[in-house]
């Protein structure tokens, strides 16, 4: 079973940075095509925050770009996300995702907590 574990959640003031990680286990690099980071408030649905293939290209939500960056390490099957200049309305439960060929909904991560404080 694959699994994904993430690190690098927790509080921050608005104008902060954070950096998430997340690995994944028991399946090689090669195996695992977009990964990506989703976000559920409570109250709201999950949504997409930045994903990026394995060759590189990255997409982001607008309320994002140009705040966070994704990064993808092949070798060391990690996926980060830096995210900077933080808003209050960032905070959520950010996911991390891994899809193959044979799940194109992914594998999930437990979630990690962001709260950022005015």
């Known amino acids: 079973q694959v699994q994904l574990v993430e690190s690098g959640g927790g509080l921050v003031q608005a104008g902060g940075s954070l950096r998430l990680a997340c690995a994944a286990a028991?399946?090689?690099?090669?195996?695992?095509?977009?990964m990506g980071w989703y976000r559920q408030a409570p109250g709201k649905q999950r949504e997409l925050v930045a994903t990026?293939?394995?060759?590189?290209?990255?997409n982001y939500a607008d309320s994002v770009k140009g705040r966070f960056t994704i990064s993808r390490d092949n070798a060391k099957n990690t996926v980060s996300l830096q995210m900077d200049s933080l808003k209050p309305e960032d905070t959520a439960v950010y996911y991390c995702n891994a899809r193959t060929t044979w799940n194109p909904i992914g594998y999930w991560g437990q979630g990690t907590q962001v709260t950022v404080s005015s």
């Open positions: 990026i293939t394995s060759g590189g290209i990255t």
């Open positions: 028991r399946i090689s690099y090669s195996l695992i095509n977009n």
